[in-house]
């Protein structure tokens, strides 16, 4: 049996492929046959592929977003009988509840993660601040301004700025709900006229502008890691996993410097949950073993296998409560705390000050969010690269949106 | 083995007809050349012949077989084209092999044949060679190699020399007259050369415009032409024509005189005019003159004839030597 | 130059390759004009219904289908302007004597045989990268202020980086008509008291207008569905500056799954693209008799 | 022209031309030094041009995540398959265009090549759904056919062009020496051809090799070429130059070598019958 | 106007030298023709005296000015190309007009004098069409044209009717003598057809090698050719060489006769041999003669000689046009 395996092009799944030997060992009939691509190819790639029934998958990886979406749809097996000690109450209660359906598990988290600020704690020194344990938004800005010395390319803040629904628009829908601004009221009526969002958006711009890099607007996060690793950043708000590899000394020049804070604070905290998650698709003709190697590969036993081959530091995160109930795990990464309060903080069903027909922190669960994500970041965007003002970028955000939604027929 | 008939033979192309309409009788083992201005069909005569055309309507025997309708190669005629049509990339000796090869001939039966006619060509050291590293007339010779491998019943030329420069031309003229001395084939070989038809030629077929105006042995064309077009195509330099007076006092509309059919005097003479230019080949001298009150004409003199531009000169048409044409350029 | 009998073969002769085009373009074609009007969204299985012309009027009205429709042409005209430009200067330049012009030729053709992926995001990572590239790295050297092409100058950018990939093919076509050209005609020219500048207007232009719209051609027909330069780049932003056509098509289709919509965009792609092939067709079927 | 070149004219225009061609190659030769660095050393500022430690590891990285060999493999079945394929098709249907024109021939051709200009994502669900029916998604088969009728306008164009350029006598010649169609073109045609059509076959090839849409949408893993291969790192974690730069080498360079020892033939070919 | 000099100039291609050193004086209103065989050098000098060549050495004088490192364009010459190579973009009226308008010339000056050429060659209806839609010698008259318009000093042609068929060659032939008569301005002109040379030239210049190898007018050539590489050449159909018994017998290395002088007889004569192929002409006959125990000649009779293939026939060198050359080919 081969297993076709569609895997995002990141350090823990590249990684998954070289250490799969004490699977293929105990399963020697069951052949792994790799596809590693980008982010956004592989979404495109799986979803035609699941959508058309094409079967050319075994195994996908997918977020969280899609899950539930794909689960509804029946385009996903669900994940019974994992074996005995898979231990599925073991996962971290916010990751599992956003995989489920009615209550059975469509999808295994490989890894989690939510958002944190990463900062220079050399160059908050020489500013004069404090990071506070959860500081507000204006501390951030504030600092960012501070810390900041284009002279010598140290930019105070770096923040996501490439458009994209799982870039820019991650990092602004999260903002956006922290400020207490939502892409929609409950009846599905599009919110960016609100004063919130104009805040939002003037806040992010305007820091960009005083403190970000250059060439902000084409920065996703691999753009700012680079940055960051090259010590050009002051603070970089995003993903957690961001942590192990800015604090690892062979990747990042500023490694011992590197400190940790939860993500900002507004009306709301800035809540952000993520998993990229092995599943099945349904129309997979190996089902069966392809439940045995996501089985496997989200194990607990994977998790040690990768300690003892390259170090606690560097096994996949924010899945697990009994990871971070491990003393070595706890020492070897400084940032499994402000992970763990961060992933627990996080409430999909109510990201926001106000109550939403959604669930999503740094996303809306709808399938047309892709398209209306990708399609607003690209005006936000446009906005922080001064080629359109804050206000125009709303009023076609709100456009786009209010035709799309109308288009897709909602409200359902 | 060789005879071709052709029985009204017509061919238009779209709307055009190109030949309205042939009748000719080609006997085993001729020599017959098609002449006529450019433009006037003979290829496309040929290309019937050798059934690279449809005909449009009409038959085409060959030794008594009805092949209007046959493809090219069920007609065993071979065929010398202009650009020799040697093909590149082959060795002249797979060259000189192609057809039999085709006709699915054992190596060593090929092998003789091309030997063979390499033998007579003259191109036994050259088999071995491209055909672009060869001089034209081996091109040439290397095509009609290809030619008579086959043992065609018939040969077909068109205008297999008019590629080559003019002393090599009058080499393989006589090259090729020597091998259809030899073979005895049936050739059938157009131009627009007419040395090259007086020549080579038993039969002259003159065509105009896709009709044919007269058929004969050169000499029968050269001494009694049965037209004025046929009088003025044949001989060169061609025939001078000369109407008005001196055709009216021999009671016809146009006479016609061979430059080289003048007696040239200084002094009396027929007819009289201006020396234009006069051109010296040593050998001959050819004086362009421009009559009286007459057209200009070409005069053939001896080797070393003394005048020169402006000077004046008399002609008389030697006896004998003048065709009358009527109205219609016929001839009385 | 036929008999019935060649003609019947060639008309048997060229019928596989017409019915495999007419089946490449039938089938998927009448799938998509059944598909663009429906109401069909990959991420809905099930609700498929016909929606009459509702997608045609989307796609039409959306504000970036005009912005897409101008930066094709930009796009494509840009890009000719400065690969047959280039071209021509570049051609003049390698038909010089010269030593070494035959590794110079294998260093300009390089580019043509780049993947256009691989070639954006060389681009787009070692050169235009505002903080990284080697472009911000010259600013700074002269003490400019490193600019930020894809952010600033999207389709700026994506033109340049095309008319990198396209200036080899047009330099070498133009080249080799350049040396095509009789040299009697030049030393005819000289004779006749033309400066270079004249030989240049007079004769190596007019000589070079063949090939030149052979270039156009070719490149119009490649540059029309320019689609990885600005996916691996831009992904047609900021805004919708760097979205053409295709790109267009594309994110309706494989970004939203909305394959109504992306195949409404589908088809009025295909109708423009059939306006601008008869458009060329005219333009070269005067030159290239 | 034969004047007497000066040696400063002809060094002027040396010392123009190749720094012009550097400049013009630079990005590539950029590309295949920073493959041989450290990531480190890769955006180091100011940029190391060749005094850095000079390492292969970029390759040994690339190589352990994706099978190379298996994608280069099916790069070459791919773009050489469709390429054969697709000269299959098109000569006889470039000998009827050449030499058996129709009053529509030229129309014929221009209607084949705007097919060419036909938006791939547009019909790419279409052809995804009749590609599972007919079970080829995934397989080297599917993908040759869909990359031979991409690039069938361009080869029965060049072929054409190259046909035209063969004077029909010689065909003509084949015919009366007794040879049937298919040996007037298997004997005498193809072989005449042969530099048109190594130089079709090179560029098809080139653009069957780069092509980068139906590769990636229709290939998973069994069948897929260097373009998936490449598409894994338009934007891994972390500080990736080297590893791209060393991916892209990998990508790039059969077909750079490719087109550099056959460039004679291939700009002969570009030139669809542009020179006369 | 119009005369030109060479003083030893010389011309090497690299290590090969074409032109070993050549003196020659053209003058003013000469029609010279440079003839030989191919490669010998006669287009090299054409373009070094134009100034498409450097020389390597020595001097080029065009009206007593030193002309050697002019460039083409203020050598007031004009040259007319094999190809003709016209400007296939622009009509045959910018054609004309190219070089007067290169030179800055007022419109309707330029206009003026295109009619004028036109009007001279026959042009006239043709002045809007481009190249492609003229015939040969259409083109040719175009070439010329744009060589007229000038009032260059001298006029260059380089094989100006090689490209053209042997009936319009007769014509341009003629037409270009006229021009010269009309215009009188000096000319060069090559060619390797001797027949041109003849007719055409008031000097010719027979090269071999990139070496003079005679100057002469064409009958002087004709009559008193310095060597047997002249002999050879001048005079069509080739002189005839003897060499052996007959030529000793003539206290010679070998004799020449051409084949315009031989008295023939089916009886008796100095020479015997056997009629190889007869061309009959109609005007002449050209018998090709394989001698005993000696070469093939060829031999020229009247119109209408009645040989045959394979006839026994007997030859005599008319008194007086024997030529004898000794062991280097020298005329004693
Ligand atoms: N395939 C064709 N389609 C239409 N007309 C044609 C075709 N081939 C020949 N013709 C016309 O038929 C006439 C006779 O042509 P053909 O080639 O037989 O002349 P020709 O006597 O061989 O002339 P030339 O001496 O120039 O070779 C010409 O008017 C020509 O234009
Ligand atoms: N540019 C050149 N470089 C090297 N050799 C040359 C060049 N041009 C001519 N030659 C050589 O110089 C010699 C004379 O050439 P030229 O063209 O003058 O001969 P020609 O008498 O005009 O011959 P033809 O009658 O064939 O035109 C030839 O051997 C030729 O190969
Ligand atoms: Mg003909
Ligand atoms: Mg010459």
């Given at each position: 049996e081969t297993l076709t395996i569609a895997t995002v092009n990141n350090g823990d799944m590249i990684r998954m492929q070289k250490m799969t030997k004490p699977f293929t060992d105990a399963n020697p009939d069951?052949?792994?046959?790799?596809?590693?691509?980008?982010?956004?190819?592989?979404?495109?790639?799986?979803?035609?592929?699941?959508?058309?029934?094409?079967?050319?998958?075994?195994?996908?990886?997918?977020?969280?977003?899609?899950?539930?979406?794909?689960?509804k749809q029946g385009w996903l097996t669900p994940l019974e009988d994992m074996g005995a000690d898979y231990d599925a109450e073991d996962i971290l209660p916010p990751i599992r509840e956003g995989l489920s359906l009615d209550g059975k598990l469509y999808a295994a988290p490989f890894y989690g993660e939510s958002a944190m600020i990463m900062y220079r704690k050399d160059l908050m020194e020489k500013a004069g601040l404090d990071m506070p344990e959860r500081p507000t938004w204006d501390f951030v800005f504030d600092?960012?301004?501070?810390?900041?010395?284009?002279?010598?390319?140290?930019?105070?803040?770096?923040?996501?700025?490439?458009?994209?629904?799982?870039?820019?628009?991650?990092?602004?829908?999260?903002?956006?709900?922290?400020?207490?601004?939502?892409?929609?009221?409950?009846?599905?009526?599009?919110?960016?006229?609100?004063?919130?969002?104009?805040?939002?958006?003037?806040?992010?711009?305007?820091?960009?502008?005083?403190?970000?890099?250059?060439?902000?607007?084409?920065?996703?996060?691999?753009?700012?890691?680079?940055?960051?690793?090259?010590?050009?950043?002051?603070?970089?708000?995003?993903?957690?996993?961001?942590?192990?590899?800015?604090?690892?000394?062979?990747?990042?020049?500023?490694?011992?410097?590197?400190?940790?804070?939860?993500?900002?604070?507004?009306?709301?905290?800035?809540?952000?949950?993520?998993?990229?998650?092995?599943?099945?698709?349904?129309?997979?003709?190996?089902?069966?073993?392809?439940?045995?190697?996501?089985?496997?590969?989200?194990?607990?036993?994977?998790t040690e296998e990768v300690a003892k081959a390259e170090g606690w530091a560097n096994v996949p995160p924010g899945t697990r409560t009994s990871l971070y109930e491990n003393p070595e795990y706890q020492k070897a990464a400084p940032f499994a705390k402000p992970t763990l309060d961060s992933i627990m903080s996080a409430d999909l069903k109510n990201p926001t000050t106000v109550e939403v027909p959604y669930i999503g922190t740094q996303w809306v669960g709808i399938p047309e969010f892709q398209a209306l994500g990708t399609a607003v970041g690209q005006q936000f965007s446009a906005a922080l690269a001064g080629q359109a003002s804050v206000e125009q970028a709303l009023q076609m955000a709100q456009q786009i949106t209010e035709r799309e939604m109308a288009k897709a027929g909602y409200p359902k | 083995m060789g005879s071709i008939t052709l029985k009204q033979v017509r061919k238009a192309f779209g709307d055009v007809e190109v030949i309205p309409g042939v009748d000719l009788e080609i006997r085993e083992g001729e020599f017959v050349v098609f002449v006529g201005p450019s433009g006037c069909g003979k290829s496309t005569l040929l290309r019937l012949i050798a059934g690279l055309e449809d005909v449009t309507s009409g038959q085409i025997m060959i030794d008594g077989r009805d092949v209007t309708h046959a493809p090219p190669s069920q007609r065993k005629l071979a065929m010398v084209f202009q650009s020799y049509a040697l093909y590149p990339h082959m060795s002249v000796r797979k060259n000189i092999a192609f057809p039999l090869k085709m006709a699915g001939m054992a190596a060593d039966e090929q092998e003789r044949r091309v030997k063979h006619a390499a033998g007579i060509l003259n191109l036994t050291d050259y088999l071995d060679r491209r055909p672009g590293q060869l001089s034209g007339g081996q091109r040439q010779r290397v095509a009609i190699g290809r030619a008579i491998v086959r043992e065609p019943s018939a040969f077909l030329f068109d205008e297999p020399l008019s590629n080559l420069d003019a002393a090599l031309r009058v080499n393989m003229r006589v090259e090729i007259s020597e091998l259809h001395k030899k073979l005895a084939t049936t050739?059938?070989?157009?131009?627009?050369?007419?040395?090259?038809?007086?020549?080579?030629?038993?039969?002259?077929?003159?065509?105009?415009?896709?009709?044919?105006?007269?058929?004969?042995?050169?000499?029968?064309l050269y001494r009694k032409p049965a037209n004025r077009f046929v009088a003025g195509f044949i001989g060169s330099p061609n025939m001078n024509f000369i109407e008005g007076e001196p055709a009216a006092k021999l009671g016809?509309?146009?006479?016609?005189?061979?430059?080289?059919?003048?007696?040239?005097?200084?002094?009396?003479?027929?007819?009289?005019?201006?020396?234009?230019?006069?051109?010296?080949?040593?050998?001959?001298?050819?004086?362009?003159?421009?009559?009286?009150?007459?057209?200009?004409?070409?005069?053939?003199?001896?080797?070393?004839?003394?005048?020169?531009?402006?000077?004046?000169?008399?002609?008389?048409?030697?006896?004998?030597?003048?065709?009358?044409?009527?109205?219609?350029?016929?001839?009385? | 130059m036929a008999t019935r009998h060649q003609k019947t073969l060639a008309r048997f002769m060229v019928a596989p390759s017409v019915l495999l085009l007419l089946g490449w373009m039938i089938v998927p074609l009448a799938m998509t004009l059944w598909f663009s009007f429906q109401s069909y969204n990959l991420l809905s299985p099930g609700m498929e219904q016909f929606i009459g012309w509702t997608n045609y009027r989307y796609f039409l009205s959306d504000p970036a289908f005009w912005t897409a429709m101008q930066n094709t042409l930009l796009l494509v005209g840009g890009v000719l302007v400065v690969t047959v430009g280039g071209g021509i200067l570049l051609a003049l330049l390698l038909d010089q004597p010269m030593f070494g012009q035959g590794i110079v030729r294998i260093l300009v053709i390089a580019p043509f045989f780049i993947m256009p992926t691989v070639s954006a995001l060389v681009w787009k990572n070692m050169f235009m990268n505002p903080v990284n590239g080697l472009f911000a790295w010259l600013a700074k050297a002269i003490g400019a202020q490193p600019i930020d092409f894809?952010?600033?100058?999207?389709?700026?950018?994506?033109?340049?980086?095309?008319?990198?990939?396209?200036?080899?093919?047009?330099?070498?076509?133009?080249?080799?008509?350049?040396?095509?050209?009789?040299?009697?005609?030049?030393?005819?020219?000289?004779?006749?008291?033309?400066?270079?500048?004249?030989?240049?207007?007079?004769?190596?232009?007019?000589?070079?207008?063949?090939?030149?719209?052979?270039?156009?051609?070719?490149?119009?027909?490649?540059?029309?569905?320019?689609?990885?330069?600005?996916?691996?780049?831009?992904?047609g932003g900021p805004g919708y500056q760097s979205t053409n056509l295709t790109y267009l098509v594309y994110s309706?289709?494989?970004?939203?799954?909305?394959?109504?919509?992306?195949?409404?965009?589908?088809?009025?792609?295909?109708?423009?693209?059939?306006i601008v092939a008869i458009f060329l067709m005219r333009m070269i079927g005067k030159t290239l008799e | 022209m034969a004047r007497t070149v000066t040696t400063t004219r002809r060094w002027t225009f040396t010392i123009l031309a190749w720094g012009v061609a550097l400049l013009i190659f630079f990005p590539i030769l950029w590309t295949i030094l920073t493959s041989f660095k450290s990531e480190a050393d890769a955006i180091a500022s100011p940029p190391k041009f060749l005094f850095f430690d000079w390492t292969t590891q970029n390759y040994a990285e690339v190589q352990s995540r994706s099978p190379y060999f298996r994608h280069f493999l099916n790069s070459v079945i791919i773009s050489v398959g469709s390429t054969l394929l697709g000269l299959l098709i098109a000569v006889p249907a470039a000998w009827s265009m050449a030499f058996q024109p129709a009053k529509r021939t030229k129309d014929l051709l221009m209607w084949m090549l705007s097919t060419k200009m036909m938006p791939a994502a547009g019909?790419?669900?279409?052809?995804?759904?009749?590609?599972?029916?007919?079970?080829?998604?995934?397989?080297?088969?599917?993908?040759?056919?869909?990359?031979?009728?991409?690039?069938?306008?361009?080869?029965?164009?060049?072929l054409y062009t190259y046909f035209r350029e063969i004077p029909a006598e010689i065909l003509e010649a084949a015919r009366m020496d007794g040879a049937s169609l298919s040996k007037e073109i298997i004997h005498v045609l193809t072989p005449m051809a042969v530099p048109g059509i190594a130089s079709t076959l090179l560029l098809n090839v080139i653009l069957a090799w780069n092509e980068a849409f139906w590769t990636l949408n229709l290939t998973t893993s069994k069948a897929a070429p260097l373009t998936t291969f490449i598409a894994s790192y338009s934007s891994p974690e972390g500080l990736f130059y080297a590893k791209l730069s060393a991916a892209s080498t990998m990508a790039i360079a059969p077909i750079l070598i490719l087109g550099w020892f056959s460039q004679k033939q291939l700009v002969r070919g570009l030139t669809f019958g542009a020179v006369k």
């Open positions: 069951i052949q792994l046959e790799w596809v590693t691509l980008e982010e956004n190819v592989l979404r495109q790639r799986v979803t035609t592929d699941i959508a058309t029934k094409g079967g050319q998958y075994d195994i996908v990886t997918v977020g969280n977003y899609e899950v539930p979406i794909w689960a600092a960012a301004r501070k810390m900041t010395d284009k002279d010598a390319e140290v930019y105070g803040i770096c923040l996501r700025g490439k458009a994209g629904w799982g870039e820019n628009m991650a990092f602004l829908t999260s903002m956006g709900h922290s400020y207490g601004a939502p892409w929609f009221d409950k009846d599905w009526k599009p919110q960016f006229g609100s004063e919130a969002w104009k805040k939002v958006l003037t806040d992010y711009v305007a820091v960009m502008k005083d403190a970000g890099p250059p060439g902000a607007s084409s920065n996703g996060f691999n753009e700012n890691l680079a940055l960051f690793q090259t010590g050009k950043c002051g603070m970089w708000i995003d993903a957690t996993v961001a942590a192990s590899f800015v604090s690892n000394p062979k990747e990042s020049t500023v490694a011992d410097q590197v400190g940790y804070a939860l993500a900002p604070e507004g009306e709301k905290p800035q809540m952000w949950l993520w998993a990229w998650t092995l599943a099945v698709p349904s129309s997979s003709d190996s089902p069966d073993a392809a439940k045995k190697f996501v089985a496997w590969a989200t194990s607990k036993a994977y | 050739m059938v070989y157009v131009t627009h050369d007419q040395v090259e038809a007086m020549t080579m030629a038993d039969k002259i077929v003159v065509l105009r415009a896709g009709r044919v105006e007269q058929v004969g042995s050169p000499l029968e016809a509309h146009a006479i016609g005189v061979r430059p080289e059919h003048f007696a040239m005097s200084t002094t009396e003479g027929l007819l009289a005019g201006t020396v234009g230019v006069a051109e010296h080949l040593g050998s001959d001298t050819f004086l362009h003159i421009d009559l009286d009150n007459g057209p200009h004409i070409v005069a053939r003199a001896a080797g070393e004839f003394p005048v020169h531009h402006g000077d004046r000169i008399f002609l008389t048409p030697q006896e004998g030597r003048i065709y009358r044409f009527d109205q219609n350029g016929l001839a009385l | 894809l952010a600033q100058y999207p389709l700026m950018s994506i033109i340049m980086i095309v008319s990198w990939q396209w200036l080899p093919f047009a330099t070498l076509i133009l080249l080799t008509a350049m040396q095509s050209l009789d040299s009697e005609q030049m030393e005819a020219a000289e004779m006749d008291g033309a400066g270079a500048w004249a030989k240049f207007t007079h004769l190596v232009l007019p000589h070079l207008s063949r090939a030149i719209t052979v270039v156009i051609l070719i490149e119009t027909i490649f540059l029309l569905s320019v689609f990885a330069e600005i996916l691996v780049t831009t992904n309706q289709a494989l970004l939203q799954f909305d394959v109504g919509g992306a195949s409404a965009g589908g088809i009025v792609a295909v109708i423009l693209a059939n | 019909v790419l669900i279409p052809m995804y759904l009749l590609f599972r029916s007919w079970g080829l998604l995934d397989t080297r088969l599917g993908i040759t056919v869909v990359l031979m009728l991409i690039n069938l306008p361009i080869i029965i164009w060049m």
